[in-house]
């Protein structure tokens, strides 16, 4: 009997911890998506965060697409080569590509690099009192601080993504053309004549989703960390993981969304 | 009798289990410097947050009747990402029409306050010393020219000699904007060069209030314990046994 009121007593505490933060991060996130909407705008900060995100998320983003689209074409290569179907390799990298990689592999990446740092960053400002003085003067931190972020995240990962699918489809071109001595006009033509819009626009759709998720989830564990460089090394870790799970999560949720209803 | 600046009624605070604030009742008037002492863990950061709107107490009631606020940190609390004169012009910067021009010119002006030279100017806060950072801070908190300041434990982890002149600053500053003034310290030779009244924070409530010539004539035994450093006297410190 006391064991049962044990397991009741810390399932009891479970669920209430895990309300507890649900509610916690909706309302932050509600906070944020305000923040975003209202003036004032740090257009200065917005910019640099640009920059962070955009540009500098580039290059890992650029490897990660292109070898990723030159990953598929070797295997579907490899899967279609046996029903004499080679001429499906460009549609499959491209619509593997544009609808799945580029947006999902992108997010992963740019949740270890900015989510990680927007984490460690907010979380070192929120232990040494950095927030707090914020407030002192007279300055909103969801404003100056989340909103930046978040918008940055929106509109920069969709352009990642954008760079990421020419890549990646680049990829596929110089794997079926200089390794599996495919025609460059007809590998060409084909991705053309495959390439639809609604493949392009779901990946952008998901793109902006997904930098939405890592701004809002750096942010969020970096403002509720304490405690020291312990603290901000473990709202760092939560950052990453709570981000990449929440990708995987509304990765599969928006594909259903887009093209299974 | 001067108005009223800060009036604390009845202010409740705990977190979890642990009492902090208990009914913490304290008043400060226009133009006068209050010093809040106590020992560590006795509520003061927790006051001076529930003040700054940081905290919401439990119950109770807070009025503030200032304009504008100046804080200064206990570990400064620059902003790393900015240089030393974006620091110190940080609210300067918000206000309508300011210029980078201007607003470093003010800074540099602040900065000249506090004993800094303008070449600190473009320095970031990673390249400060200890003294150095707390000067820019108190600069950073003059800057808008409040009409309160807040103090909190301005001379921890600096040595005496520094202490001083961070004492001897915060004085000249808050005369010379005829600021109201509230610090939190343990430090008992910082609280009485910088007070006009000094009150004792024990166990979540205000036991005492006095100017410095009354404390030094107390006989509370909690304020003369602590006055004196002591570790015999009515005031025990939990100390966990080892092994």
């Given at each position: 009997?006391?064991?049962?009121?044990?397991?009741?007593?810390?399932?009891?505490?479970?669920?209430?911890?895990?309300?507890?933060?649900?509610?916690?991060?909706?309302?932050?996130?509600?906070?944020?998506?305000?923040?975003?909407?209202?003036?004032?705008?740090?257009?200065?900060?917005?910019?640099?965060?640009?920059?962070?995100?955009?540009?500098?998320?580039?290059?890992?983003?650029?490897?990660?697409?292109?070898?990723?689209?030159?990953?598929?074409?070797?295997?579907?290569?490899?899967?279609?080569?046996?029903?004499?179907?080679?001429?499906?390799?460009?549609?499959?990298?491209?619509?593997?590509?544009?609808?799945?990689?580029?947006?999902?592999?992108?997010?992963?990446?740019?949740?270890?690099r900015i989510g990680a740092a927007m984490a460690a960053e907010i979380g070192t400002m929120q232990v040494t009192e950095q927030i707090d003085a914020l407030v002192t003067l007279n300055t909103n931190p969801f404003k100056y601080l989340i909103a930046p972020r978040v918008l940055a995240g929106i509109l920069m990962m969709p352009v990642l993504v954008l760079i990421g699918d020419v890549l990646g489809v680049c990829g596929g071109y110089m794997v079926g053309v200089y390794k599996m001595d495919f025609n460059a006009t007809t590998y060409l033509v084909n991705t053309w004549n495959y390439l639809k819009a609604m493949d392009i626009i779901s990946g952008l759709v998901k793109a902006a989703v997904f930098g939405f998720i890592i701004a809002l989830m750096g942010c969020y564990n970096g403002f509720r960390s304490k405690g020291g460089a312990q603290g901000v090394g473990q709202a760092t870790t939560n950052a990453v993981v709570s981000s990449s799970i929440l990708v995987l999560i509304f990765n599969y949720l928006l594909t259903e969304a887009f093209f299974n209803m | 009798m001067k108005p009223v600046q800060i009036e604390l009624k009845n202010i409740h605070k705990a977190f979890g289990k642990k009492v902090i604030l208990d009914g913490l009742d304290l008043t400060v008037h226009r133009g006068e410097s209050v010093v809040i002492i106590g020992g560590s863990g006795t509520g003061k950061s927790v006051t001076l947050k529930c003040i700054l709107g940081l905290l919401k107490p439990d119950k109770g009631t807070i009025s503030f009747n200032g304009q504008q606020i100046g804080m200064l940190f206990q570990s400064a609390a620059l902003f790393d990402s900015l240089s030393v004169w974006e620091n110190v012009s940080f609210a300067v910067l918000q206000q309508k029409g300011m210029t980078r021009e201007k607003a470093k010119k003010i800074a540099i002006e602040k900065l000249a306050e506090v004993g800094l030279k303008p070449e600190v100017a473009d320095?970031?806060?990673?390249?400060?010393?200890?003294?150095?950072?707390?000067?820019?801070?108190?600069?950073?908190?003059?800057?808008?020219?409040?009409?309160?300041?807040?103090?909190?434990?301005?001379?921890?982890?600096?040595?005496?000699?520094?202490?001083?002149?961070?004492?001897?600053?915060?004085?000249?500053?808050?005369?010379?904007?005829?600021?109201?003034?509230?610090?939190?310290?343990?430090?008992?030779?910082?609280?009485?060069?910088?007070?006009?009244?000094?009150?004792?924070?024990?166990?979540?409530?205000?036991?005492?209030?006095?100017?410095?010539?009354?404390?030094?004539?107390?006989?509370?035994?909690?304020?003369?314990?602590?006055?004196?450093?002591?570790?015999?006297?009515?005031?025990?410190?939990?100390?966990?046994?080892?092994?």
């Open positions: 009997m006391q064991q049962f009121l044990n397991f009741l007593n810390t399932l009891g505490r479970v669920m209430t911890n895990f309300f507890y933060a649900t509610g916690d991060l909706a309302i932050f996130t509600a906070k944020a998506v305000m923040a975003c909407l209202r003036k004032p705008f740090y257009g200065k900060e917005l910019f640099h965060q640009l920059v962070e995100i955009g540009f500098y998320s580039l290059p890992v983003v650029a490897l990660t697409t292109l070898f990723s689209g030159m990953v598929i074409a070797i295997q579907t290569y490899e899967a279609v080569s046996k029903f004499s179907a080679e001429g499906a390799v460009s549609m499959v990298v491209l619509v593997a590509v544009t609808r799945e990689l580029a947006p999902v592999m992108a997010a992963l990446m740019v949740a270890g | 320095v970031y806060p990673a390249d400060l010393s200890g003294g150095m950072k707390k000067r820019v801070g108190l600069a950073r908190a003059i800057a808008t020219k409040p009409d309160t300041l807040f103090f909190d434990e301005p001379t921890t982890g600096l040595d005496p000699i520094m202490s001083d002149v961070i004492n001897d600053l915060i004085v000249r500053s808050v005369k010379k904007l005829g600021a109201t003034a509230l610090t939190i310290t343990h430090d008992m030779t910082s609280a009485k060069k910088i007070a006009d009244r000094i009150a004792m924070l024990y166990e979540g409530k205000i036991i005492w209030v006095g100017t410095v010539k009354e404390l030094e004539k107390t006989t509370n035994p909690y304020v003369r314990q602590f006055v004196a450093g002591s570790s015999k006297g009515p005031i025990h410190m939990e100390v966990k046994a080892e092994g």
